[in-house]
């Protein structure tokens, strides 16, 4: 096994999805992309895994792009056997201790972007040479359905060429899947045949597995043609407009009705023609309405208002599309020009107004949707232009009867104000990109509108039966698109729903389902959880005061619940500090004296050499670039403290273990730690880790667990993860997490047995007042070495130590790092203190035996 003899320190980031860079030296051989899609639920995991082939330590890039629409869940690092995982947090929690994480001058690779589709940062972590790293990250999403299909896109782009590059995507739909495609923006016609597509009622599958020099973009070329985006596309079968799902206590509801006519609809479009548009602007904008106009069906009501410092309008009312007024329309369309300042108020009133007037003089059709579009790139400065007031005014004019769709063009608009004012009238904010592609973004937009089907629609379920229930009243339904309600049953055991579906023109229906007969585990739970925090989410921008701060409250609750990293939350990753050797392997400038990394490390024997020289304990000095070793010699059966935290409530202690037998030629018998006990007070949490077993002490309840068992388990104040026959990290509570490793010893040797390591993760959360054999060197320690000589060991010279006001002799020793070389280790220069840390540690080792490991 791997004796990793890292010192750790905090790490965090906030991030989002997926593609590796590559530095120097850095092979990534491995790249997976693995999606489960339940019910319209995508379940993602990445993994890359990567090798050091350089000769010293180098910076891994893990450069992740999610969809922005995407959650991530799960994050872990695992770096020569041991992992690292990711836990969520509150972000302003997190926050703090990232912002002391880069005060202390520890690297913290972050970088933030926001793209059209996707977001992205970049995570680094510094590996040695020869040394093997693997991220994974799990991400969530809904996929939403848009102009009759789902859709699903990966970004793809490992920057070189990978040995062993996958992507796999499985869809179960139980309504069945009627069509499935994926494509590539990279795919050339060579690449095509090698996506393997197949789908038969329920499932679907598409495997992607270019080969080396598939992934070439010329023979013997080292550039790889994965670059861009992995799209995948199906729909499911409809027999019936409805759809209803129920696993476990939950329920989710798809409502897409097929074969309705569609409804003539009115639309205004409110369009900024200020100065500020002038050039590419107002040529794209007229260019996306010209095409708009050939949609536009002959049964539709449309107008324009452009407002400037003034507002005009195209005609006084709205006017029916017929083929003339079009014409017409096209001939306003191409004459629009720039004038003047941002009237938005103006121009927005003016449309609502408009609307509301064709309305009650009944100009049209009943049967009808209306939507208001507006388009503007700069902040209103005309008229009203207090953002509150403009608000206040169109909400009360529209009093809910039309959803307000208002699009932003470039960056100078307020893009928080519209969007506020958007999801205040049922409508939706876009941003449109200022590239050469704006006008097709516009049209894009509009297309997405186009097809109302239904308005006001409500989808009732008996209310005594549910709770939790996600949004359920929609104003409008467009053809191609799909409602979706989930909730939760009061009786969990509930498997049948009526639900009563209402439209206006659309009959009333009422319908009665059963729970079906398939089981995908938290699928329907983790969608309704989903769902529920994205329209908290959503509801929060537009709120105020008390209610947004409920809003804020359940939402930032859910996420923790469901592990979601959500505006409100951060994953925080340990990342493992570079060890100080001499190779100089933590060349970055480390500054201030209280980054303390401690490290508490105990060796098999079978990998040493001498004896009386190999460290038990190593305390790495930063800010010297060196480390400081001790050793406890006590007997077998002897227990030490190693931390004791009183403010935290945290404990942890060691029991001694020696060799199967005694080794009577040896002056100094052979211990490490059998039995490890960490407790926590205020949680009345006990943890009792031995090299066979894991138990557990929560109050008056018990829990085991064996090192072949591979576990999470999150519960209140606890999470520990057990990485099978390897390793378990434990966190408790807000504070410090501990791994433990477990090294086995080859079973019939004759002397030796199993025993465990201790890592302590960001140890500067726990108090000042933490103490313990460990815990005393948590704070802050400086030490000087003076009058290096000769010492007995012709290979180990002495020195003066000067530390904490003592003058000690030091023997310059060797700690193995088996991290690199699992068999044969790597040899780690460190400062050894005789005498079991005499004048080292406080007091005497004596002093750090308790009676028991409790
Ligand atoms: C997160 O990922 C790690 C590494 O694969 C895994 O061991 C762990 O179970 C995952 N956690 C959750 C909550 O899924
Ligand atoms: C690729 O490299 C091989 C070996 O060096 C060489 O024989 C071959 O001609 C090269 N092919 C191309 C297309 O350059
Ligand atoms: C916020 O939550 C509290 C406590 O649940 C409740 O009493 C209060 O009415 C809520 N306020 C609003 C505005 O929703």
Same mark, same amino acid.
Request: hydrophobic share 35%; charged share 25%; glycine share 6%.
């Given at each position: 096994?791997?004796?990793?003899? !890292?010192?750790?320190?905090?790490?965090?980031?906030?991030?989002?999805?997926?593609?590796?860079?590559?530095?120097?030296?850095?092979?990534?051989?491995?790249?997976?992309?693995?999606?489960?899609?339940?019910?319209?639920?995508?379940?993602?995991?990445?993994?890359?895994?990567?090798?050091?082939?350089?000769?010293?330590?180098?910076?891994?890039?893990?450069?992740?792009?999610?969809?922005? +629409?995407?959650?991530? !869940?799960?994050?872990?690092?695992?770096?020569?056997?041991?992992?690292?995982?990711?836990?969520?947090?509150?972000?302003?929690?997190?926050?703090?201790?990232?912002?002391?994480?880069?005060?202390?001058?520890?690297?913290?690779?972050?970088?933030?972007?926001?793209?059209?589709?996707?977001?992205?940062?970049?995570?680094?972590?510094?590996?040695?040479?020869?040394?093997?790293?693997?991220?994974?990250?799990?991400?969530?999403?809904?996929?939403?359905?848009?102009?009759?299909?789902?859709?699903?896109?990966?970004?793809?782009?490992?920057?070189?060429?990978?040995?062993?590059?996958?992507?796999?995507?499985?869809?179960?739909?139980?309504? $069945?899947?009627?069509?499935?495609?994926?494509?590539?923006?990279?795919?050339?016609?060579?690449?095509?045949?090698?996506?393997?597509?197949?789908?038969?009622?329920?499932?679907?599958?598409?495997?992607?597995?270019?080969?080396?020099?598939?992934?070439?973009?010329?023979?013997?070329?080292?550039?790889?043609?994965?670059?861009?985006?992995?799209?995948?596309?199906?729909?499911?079968?409809?027999?019936?407009?409805?759809?209803?799902?129920?696993?476990?206590?939950?329920?989710?509801?798809?409502?897409?009705?097929?074969?309705?006519?569609?409804?003539?609809?009115?639309?205004?479009?409110?369009?900024?023609?200020?100065?500020?548009?002038?050039?590419?602007?107002?040529?794209?904008?007229?260019?996306?309405?010209?095409?708009?106009?050939?949609?536009?069906?002959?049964?539709?009501?449309?107008?324009?208002?452009?407002?400037?410092?003034?507002?005009?309008?195209?005609?006084?009312?709205?006017?029916?599309?017929?083929?003339?007024?079009?014409?017409?329309?096209?001939?306003?369309?191409?004459?629009?020009?720039?004038?003047?300042?941002?009237?938005?108020?103006?121009?927005?009133?003016?449309?609502?107004?408009?609307?509301?007037?064709?309305?009650?003089?009944?100009?049209?059709?009943?049967?009808?949707?209306?939507?208001?579009?507006?388009?503007?790139?700069?902040?209103?400065?005309?008229?009203?232009?207090?953002?509150?007031?403009?608000?206040?005014?169109?909400?009360?004019?529209?009093?809910?009867?039309?959803?307000?769709?208002?699009? $932003?063009?470039?960056?100078?608009?307020?893009?928080?104000?519209?969007?506020?004012?958007?999801?205040?009238?049922?409508?939706?904010?876009?941003?449109?990109?200022?590239?050469?592609?704006?006008?097709?973004?516009?049209?894009?937009?509009?297309?997405?509108?186009?097809?109302?089907?239904?308005?006001?629609?409500?989808?009732?379920?008996?209310?005594?039966?549910?709770?939790?229930?996600?949004?359920?009243?929609?104003?409008?339904?467009?053809?191609?698109?799909?409602?979706?309600?989930?909730?939760?049953?009061?009786?969990?055991?509930?498997?049948?729903?009526?639900?009563?579906?209402?439209?206006?023109?659309?009959?009333?229906?009422?319908?009665?389902?059963?729970?079906?007969?398939?089981?995908?585990?938290?699928?329907?739970?983790?969608?309704?959880?989903?769902?529920?925090?994205?329209?908290?989410?959503?509801?929060?921008?537009?709120?105020?005061?008390?209610?947004?701060?409920?809003?804020?409250?359940?939402?930032?609750?859910?996420?923790?619940?469901?592990?979601?990293? +959500?505006?409100?939350?951060?994953?925080?990753?340990?990342?493992?500090?570079?060890?100080?050797?001499?190779?100089?392997?933590?060349?970055?400038?480390?500054?201030?004296?209280?980054?303390?990394?401690?490290?508490?490390?105990?060796?098999?024997?079978?990998?040493?050499?001498?004896?009386?020289?190999?460290?038990?304990?190593?305390?790495?000095?930063?800010?010297?670039?060196?480390?400081?070793?001790?050793?406890?010699?006590?007997?077998?059966?002897?227990?030490?403290?190693?931390?004791?935290?009183?403010?935290?409530?945290?404990?942890?202690?060691?029991?001694?273990?020696?060799?199967?037998?005694?080794?009577?030629?040896?002056?100094?018998?052979?211990?490490?730690?059998?039995?490890?006990?960490?407790?926590?007070?205020?949680?009345?949490?006990?943890?009792?880790?031995?090299?066979?077993?894991?138990?557990?002490?929560?109050?008056?309840?018990? +829990?085991?667990?064996?090192?072949?068992?591979?576990?999470?388990?999150?519960?209140?104040?606890?999470?520990?993860?057990?990485?099978?026959?390897?390793?378990?990290?434990?966190?408790?509570?807000?504070?410090?997490?501990?791994?433990?490793?477990?090294?086995?010893?080859?079973?019939?040797?004759?002397?030796?047995?199993?025993?465990?390591?201790?890592?302590?993760?960001?140890?500067?959360?726990?108090?000042?007042?933490?103490?313990?054999?460990?815990?005393?060197?948590?704070?802050?320690?400086?030490?000087?070495?003076?009058?290096?000589?000769?010492?007995?060991?012709?290979?180990?010279?002495?020195?003066?130590?000067?530390?904490?006001?003592?003058?000690?002799?030091?023997?310059?020793?060797?700690?193995?790092?088996?991290?690199?070389?699992?068999?044969?280790?790597?040899?780690?220069?460190?400062?050894?203190?005789?005498?079991?840390?005499?004048?080292?540690?406080?007091?005497?080792?004596?002093?750090?035996?308790?009676?028991?490991?409790?």
């Amino acid at each position: 096994d791997t004796q990793g003899n !890292t010192a750790l320190a905090p790490f965090f980031f906030f991030f989002s999805f997926f593609n590796l860079q590559v530095v120097n030296g850095i092979e990534i051989y491995s790249m997976k992309i693995d999606s489960k899609i339940t019910s319209r639920f995508a379940h993602n995991v990445i993994t890359s895994r990567a090798v050091n082939r350089g000769n010293v330590h180098k910076e891994v890039f893990f450069d992740v792009e999610l969809p922005k +629409t995407a959650f991530i !869940t799960n994050f872990s690092m695992t770096i020569d056997g041991v992992t690292y995982p990711g836990t969520i947090k509150e972000k302003e929690v997190a926050k703090k201790q990232y912002e002391k994480a880069v005060s202390k001058g520890q690297t913290a690779g972050l970088v933030k972007a926001s793209g059209r589709k996707t977001e992205k940062f970049t995570v680094s972590v510094n590996i040695e040479a020869a040394s093997k790293v693997t991220f994974e990250l799990t991400y969530e999403e809904l996929l939403k359905r848009q102009f009759g299909k789902y859709e699903m896109f990966i970004k793809v782009k490992p920057k070189q060429l990978v040995k062993d590059f996958e992507i796999e995507v499985n869809i179960f739909e139980p309504q $069945g899947i009627t069509e499935l495609e994926a494509e590539g923006t990279f795919i050339t016609n060579d690449l095509q045949n090698i996506i393997k597509k197949t789908f038969s009622d329920k499932k679907g599958h598409i495997s992607f597995r270019p080969t080396l020099d598939q992934q070439r973009t010329c023979a013997n070329c080292s550039q790889s043609v994965l670059d861009g985006d992995f799209t995948v596309r199906y729909d499911v079968k409809r027999t019936a407009p409805d759809d209803l799902q129920i696993v476990n206590g939950y329920f989710v509801h798809f409502f897409a009705p097929t074969n309705l006519p569609k409804l003539p609809k009115n639309v205004i479009f409110v369009i900024d023609i200020s100065g500020s548009m002038s050039g590419r602007e107002i040529q794209q904008t007229r260019e996306a309405l010209l095409k708009i106009l050939d949609d536009i069906k002959e049964d539709d009501f449309f107008n324009f208002i452009l407002f400037g410092s003034e507002v005009q309008t195209w005609k006084e009312t709205l006017i029916k599309a017929t083929p003339e007024n079009l014409d017409e329309a096209r001939k306003f369309v191409r004459g629009i020009d720039t004038a003047g300042m941002t009237n938005l108020h103006g121009g927005i009133m003016r449309g609502i107004d408009m609307l509301n007037a064709a309305h009650e003089r009944n100009l049209v059709h009943k049967r009808s949707a209306s939507i208001i579009i507006m388009l503007t790139d700069g902040q209103p400065n005309v008229g009203i232009s207090n953002t509150q007031e403009i608000q206040e005014h169109v909400k009360k004019a529209i009093e809910g009867k039309y959803p307000l769709y208002n699009l $932003g063009f470039g960056y100078g608009v307020d893009y928080s104000f519209l969007e506020k004012m958007a999801l205040e009238n049922k409508g939706l904010a876009r941003r449109i990109y200022p590239d050469s592609d704006a006008a097709l973004q516009l049209q894009g937009f509009y297309d997405e509108v186009s097809n109302p089907m239904l308005t006001d629609i409500e989808l009732n379920y008996p209310e005594n039966e549910i709770s939790d229930l996600t949004k359920n009243s929609f104003k409008h339904f467009y053809d191609g698109s799909e409602i979706v309600v989930a909730g939760r049953f009061i009786d969990n055991n509930q498997n049948h729903l009526t639900v009563d579906v209402r439209g206006e023109d659309a009959q009333q229906t009422d319908k009665a389902f059963q729970e079906q007969e398939y089981i995908f585990g938290d699928y329907i739970e983790r969608l309704w959880a989903y769902l529920t925090i994205e329209q908290l989410l959503e509801k929060r921008i537009a709120a105020t005061g008390e209610e947004k701060e409920n809003l804020t409250a359940k939402a930032l609750d859910l996420s923790l619940k469901y592990k979601f990293v +959500t505006p409100l939350t951060s994953m925080v990753v340990t990342k493992p500090e570079d060890y100080n050797n001499q190779d100089g392997i933590a060349d970055k400038p480390i500054e201030g004296i209280d980054i303390f990394k401690i490290l508490l490390y105990l060796r098999s024997q079978s990998f040493a050499f001498t004896v009386d020289g190999d460290p038990h304990f190593i305390i790495s000095v930063p800010q010297k670039e060196d480390a400081i070793c001790f050793n406890i010699n006590e007997n077998p059966g002897a227990v030490l403290n190693l931390i004791n935290d009183p403010v935290t409530g945290i404990t942890v202690n060691g029991e001694l273990i020696g060799d199967k037998r005694a080794n009577s030629d040896a002056k100094i018998q052979n211990t490490y730690f059998g039995k490890l006990g960490i407790a926590n007070k205020h949680l009345d949490l006990k943890l009792t880790v031995t090299p066979e077993k894991i138990t557990i002490q929560n109050g008056n309840e018990k +829990t085991g667990f064996t090192w072949l068992d591979s576990v999470t388990l999150q519960q209140e104040g606890l999470t520990l993860i057990i990485n099978r026959k390897k390793n378990l990290v434990l966190s408790m509570g807000s504070s410090a997490s501990f791994v433990i490793v477990l090294h086995q010893v080859w079973k019939k040797h004759p002397l030796h047995q199993d025993f465990l390591g201790l890592y302590t993760l960001e140890s500067d959360k726990l108090s000042e007042q933490t103490h313990g054999l460990l815990g005393q060197f948590f704070h802050p320690i400086d030490f000087t070495i003076l009058e290096i000589h000769p010492g007995s060991d012709p290979k180990k010279p002495d020195a003066t130590m000067i530390v904490k006001n003592n003058e000690l002799t030091v023997t310059r020793g060797w700690q193995k790092d088996y991290r690199r070389d699992p068999k044969h280790g790597v040899d780690i220069p460190c400062w050894f203190v005789h005498n079991n840390g005499a004048g080292l540690i406080d007091g005497v080792h004596t002093d750090y035996i308790v009676s028991s490991l409790f």
